[in-house]
């Protein structure tokens, strides 16, 4: 049961979705930064996101599994993670190139997108080494995003109780309910035998380190 549900988070918060997660999440939270009035008018941006940032590489590990060029579609062996990295890493930076001087996103949303490419490449250059968790780069990542994001001007989450009334939530809960999934994501791949801690903990440093690269190359 441990191990099925381990499984199950270590789908779920699959690097290649965490993009995709925060779009929603930062949409959902500030759409007026992205210059609409609700996150429905943007579902389009929305799947080109999740279009750009996950189905197309999973097309790509999928047609390599056909041809015999991946063994396992988990893709244990670090050789066979070069190529899913470079494709998965040529659609960030085409993402991150068409954002850059977008007047319709926020900065913060395009250092995200900057820092996730950065991430991937560094874990692609770290990979020819060693092994590293790209599960603990996508949560490193998403860390440092919240941690961005706690200095914006964004300080509460609103959540309609009905048409007159509003929670607030401080970002800081969602900050520490990220950290809470990381450590989650980090003991699944640990208990599914995936990773050792030393590579999910790497992991995590480069995800959060190259979003304050992002930043520091973008400014705030």
Do not use: C
Not at 74 to 101: C, H, M, Q, S
């Amino acid at each position: 049961m441990i191990k099925g549900f381990s499984k199950l988070v270590s789908l779920v918060f699959h690097p290649l979705f965490i993009i995709t997660y925060v779009t929603v999440f930062y949409l959902a939270v500030d759409p007026y930064g992205f210059g609409v009035p609700t996150i429905g008018t943007q579902v389009p941006f929305i799947l080109m996101i999740f279009f750009t940032t996950a189905i197309i590489p999973i097309i790509a590990v999928l047609l390599m599994k056909f041809l015999g060029l991946v063994q396992s579609l988990e893709l244990k062996d670090a050789k066979e993670r070069i190529g899913p990295y470079i494709i998965t890493g040529i659609f960030y930076i085409w993402l991150t190139v068409n954002l850059f001087n977008s007047s319709e996103v926020p900065k913060l949303y395009v250092i995200f997108i900057l820092g996730s490419a950065i991430g991937l490449f560094v874990s692609f250059f770290i990979n020819n080494f060693t092994k590293i968790s790209a599960h603990g780069v996508g949560m490193g990542g998403m860390l440092g995003f919240f941690l961005l994001l706690l200095q914006s001007p964004v300080q509460k989450i609103w959540l309609e109780i009905s048409s007159s009334q509003a929670i607030g939530i401080p970002v800081i809960f969602i900050f520490l309910l990220a950290v809470f999934l990381t450590g989650l994501v980090g003991t699944s791949r640990l208990l599914l035998k995936a990773h050792e801690a030393k590579e999910v903990f790497q992991g995590i440093l480069v995800g959060i380190s190259s979003i304050f690269f992002a930043m520091a190359f973008i400014g705030m």
